[in-house]
């Protein structure tokens, strides 16, 4: 299969339908269960962690003509994507303050939060997607591209339900709350081709990019996926289930003889 096309359909599949599947989970149920939510954002976390320390940095060192440029992009790279979050959250608490209508439990309030989450998941596509496009720019159409893409997959299940809650309960229709969830993929798909473009370049293209999107993928471990896991359910569950994430990551990483 053509790499471009394996990408565009690889990241369509995984961010947008994950996104989108996210929202029918929760069009099904109406609400979150907290349990499971918990035990699902610490496993991905552990994936997550697997693929970046695993895979994506090792693949950078090698690329990089000059051995600092991958901690300091990786560092960028959850920097960039701290202040994306920062200036998103700004934006919205604006725009409460400044709404006369304002109501904390308000119909307008759902609607807004859903649309504003929905801006930041897409914000966010971006950059991991790059992690999909530069791997299929180092290693071709193999496991550890699919691997990746899972694992946004799978991260954007709970996302995808977060963003479809607020709307379904502020009154939308189902099929617009899933929608909304799935448009916020679309990003992904733009991230990864922007990945696989720069990453066949140059080596130190590649280093930058593979860096950039680990270090966006460690701000959303760090700062999204564990402290909303610790949120929905503090257990020493969750804990394993991050720990498990981790050992299924390095399985798959190492168990098809990749090096």
């Known amino acids: 299969m053509n790499p471009i096309l394996f990408v565009t359909l690889l990241t369509a599949a995984t961010g947008v339908g994950g996104l989108a599947l996210g929202g ?49 992009v990786l560092v960028g790279g959850f920097l960039v994507t701290y202040l994306l979050n920062c200036w998103i959250d700004k934006s919205a608490h604006h725009e409460d303050e400044n709404n006369p209508h304002h109501c904390a439990c308000g119909h307008h309030d759902l609607h807004t939060a859903g649309l ?15 992690a999909v496009g530069a791997s299929v720019a180092v290693e071709g159409i193999c496991l550890a591209s699919v691997l990746a893409a899972v694992t946004i997959g799978l991260h954007n299940i709970p996302e ?48 930058a990019a593979l860096s950039l999107a680990g270090g966006a993928m460690l701000y959303v471990v760090f700062f999204e996926l564990l402290p909303e896991a610790s949120l929905q359910w503090k257990s020493r569950w969750s804990i394993l289930a991050t720990v498990v994430g981790f050992a299924l990551g390095v399985l798959l990483i190492f168990g098809h003889g990749h090096h």
């Open 24 to 72: 029918a989970l929760a069009a099904l149920v109406k609400r979150e269960s907290p349990r499971g939510t918990s035990v699902l954002l610490s496993f991905t976390a552990g994936l997550m962690l697997a693929i970046v320390a695993l895979d994506m940095v090792p693949e950078a060192m090698e690329a990089a003509p000059w051995l600092p440029m991958v901690p300091l």
């Open 116 to 130: 504003v989450l929905a801006a930041a998941v897409a914000l966010h596509n971006v950059p991991v997607g790059m």
């Open 160 to 207: 995808g339900m977060s963003i479809a809650i607020p709307l379904l309960h502020d009154g939308s229709k189902t099929l617009g709350a899933i929608g909304v969830a799935a448009l916020s993929g679309l990003p992904t798909v733009a991230g990864a081709l922007a990945g696989y473009f720069v990453g066949n370049q140059a080596p130190a293209a590649l280093a």
